[in-house]
């Protein structure tokens, strides 16, 4: 059902609409078109200004936005855990080899206790892990843990250091510029508004370019919370052409999909020795 305002928008156009025929039926010769007042485009380009302005996200984020790294500004936070996914499934360009990716991590961050948390599943060919791995890596101040498949490394705290750095930005990357659709939504418990990008705005670190590399048949969602400066949802879909991913360097062409989501920001996670170290 329109809304009281839209109908009298509607109405103030007929009118306008209107007013302009007669002016120029009675117009005398000489008046030109700069004389005619200017319409409003159309009643749809009216309903969707209408749309944006009663959905606009707070000020500070009306116009693009930026997250390059898609975990950008987290580090601010007290507190939150965020769950990432890369998965690829092809083959080697010209040939017909099938060919698979998949890492999924799931990261805590407790601010106040300088501690971090990391796990990580990834399997398939492209990561030389057919059988597939499992890893956890803790950071607790200045010391740090490695577990691998159930066993903690002993005399790896530089491993270890290294495997907790990891973060969402660095494996899925993010977007250089993005516009707000008017989108309003409560994603993972975040109020959130919904952005829309191009390819060429999209930063995708674990994607090595060639001349003849394409990408195509984007789907993406991008949801930023303004409250905390940060992405809650980051999805996309995409058809990959003779693109060299990760560090395999075969080009491989197939669809990859980038998954992140934030939940829990403000709680504050209990990060602790992992058990067996």
Do not use: H
Not at 31 to 51: C, M, N, V, W
Not at 106 to 114: C, E, R, V
């Amino acid at each position: 059902m329109r809304s009281n305002r839209t109908i009298a928008s509607i109405g103030a156009f007929v009118s306008l609409l209107a007013l302009v025929t007669l002016v120029v039926a009675g117009c005398r010769a000489g008046i030109t078109p700069d004389d005619i007042p200017t319409l409003i485009p159309s009643i749809q380009e009216l309903a969707t200004s209408e749309f944006m302005t009663e959905n606009a996200p707070p000020p500070g984020y009306r116009d693009a936005v930026a997250f390059p790294q898609i975990d950008d500004n987290l580090r601010d936070l007290e507190g939150w855990r965020y769950v990432m996914l890369l998965e690829f499934e092809g083959a080697f360009s010209q040939t017909n080899r099938p060919t698979v990716a998949r890492a999924e991590a799931t990261i805590w961050y407790n601010q106040l206790g300088s501690a971090k948390r990391v796990l990580v599943e990834s399997s398939g060919d492209l990561l030389q892990r057919p059988e597939g791995e499992l890893f956890e890596a803790v950071a607790l101040g200045p010391d740090a843990f490695l577990v691998r498949n159930q066993n903690c490394l002993s005399n790896a705290e530089e491993d270890a250091r290294t495997a907790a750095s990891i973060t969402a930005g660095e494996l899925l990357g993010g977007v250089r510029q993005a516009l707000p659709t008017g989108q309003r939504a409560i994603i993972n418990n975040l109020e959130s508004w919904r952005y829309d990008f191009a390819v060429e705005n999209m930063n995708l670190p674990a994607v090595r370019f060639a001349e003849d590399t394409t990408i195509s048949d984007l789907s993406a969602e991008l949801w930023v919370a303004p409250k905390y400066d940060a992405v809650s949802r980051y999805w996309v879909t995409l058809q990959l052409g003779n693109g060299r991913l990760l560090s395999n360097d075969l080009p491989v062409t197939g669809e990859l999909r980038l998954r992140f989501d934030l939940y829990d920001v403000g709680d504050i996670p209990n990060i602790t020795v992992p058990f067996g170290c």
